[in-house]
């Protein structure tokens, strides 16, 4: 479903991310790894068209990202870090407004939004205006309306930031549902924890090169290190941790 061949990008003298290769299948809840400014985003920006690579080549089910940018654009649904919301819309007009956008017939979009709404628990802030929900319940707009034109691929750059324990583990089923109904997920998190819980493969990236690929099983065989997704990912990317007293 995902492929990136030889894929590198430079800004200017810097290169953040160095000929990366990566097959990602249908269905699979793929987590993506590494400390900050290890060219997780700039990775997530690639796949989703928004970045051009210095290099190499992209496929998003099969179709070159590049050449068939606006055949690709339905098939992804992208949640950044930080999400931008019209805040002088209610959740029920945003969502509106993103089946306008996806040109989703009035009625579907009703349906969808009767579900969803449930779903995430926005009935009560339906009609409020979004610049003044919580960081949540904002977050949880998003993730409504990202599925309303049903992306085969979803792309999630921190989805567990600033959320309490109910929303993260509303947010750690769906992903985990909609895996298991065939959509591919390519998500990046530094809760190591959830990531060793949730993913089925995991990628570690340092320094812009992807230093371990594999499960979790996998990465204890890559690394030689017998302990949980915290020891192999400090001792891939930081090998002389700092001791404090």
Do not use: W
């Not at 089946?99 to 017939?105: A, F, H, K, Q, V």
Request: hydrophobic letters at 45%.
């Amino acid at each position: 479903m995902i492929e990136l061949e030889h894929v590198s990008k430079s800004f200017g003298p810097v290169e953040a991310v160095k000929d990366l290769s990566l097959s990602i299948l249908r269905g699979e809840l793929f987590c993506f790894l590494g400390p900050n400014g290890a060219g997780k985003t700039t990775t997530i920006k690639l796949l989703c068209g928004l970045l051009r690579p210095t290099s190499g080549q992209i496929r998003l089910a099969g179709l070159d990202l590049q050449r068939r940018l606006a055949a690709t654009r339905p098939l992804i649904g992208y949640i950044p870090d930080s999400p931008f919301l019209y805040e002088r819309l209610t959740p029920s007009e945003f969502f509106a407004f993103i089946g306008d956008l996806y040109r989703i017939p009035r009625d579907r979009v009703l349906a969808e939004r009767e579900s969803a709404f449930r779903l995430f628990g926005l009935n009560d802030y339906a009609h409020c205006l979004i610049k003044d929900l919580s960081h949540g319940f904002r977050q949880r707009v998003i993730y409504a309306v990202t599925f309303l034109h049903e992306p085969k691929v979803l792309f999630v750059d921190e989805p567990f930031v600033g959320l309490d324990p109910f929303s993260i583990r509303l947010i750690r089923d769906l992903l985990r549902r909609k895996a298991r109904e065939g959509m591919t997920i390519f998500f990046t998190t530094h809760i190591l924890a959830l990531a060793e819980h949730l993913a089925d493969r995991i990628g570690i990236i340092a320094d812009g090169r992807l230093v371990a690929l594999g499960t979790l099983n996998e990465l204890k065989t890559q690394s030689s290190v017998q302990g949980q997704l915290e020891d192999i990912f400090l001792f891939l990317t930081q090998p002389d941790p700092p001791v404090f007293q």
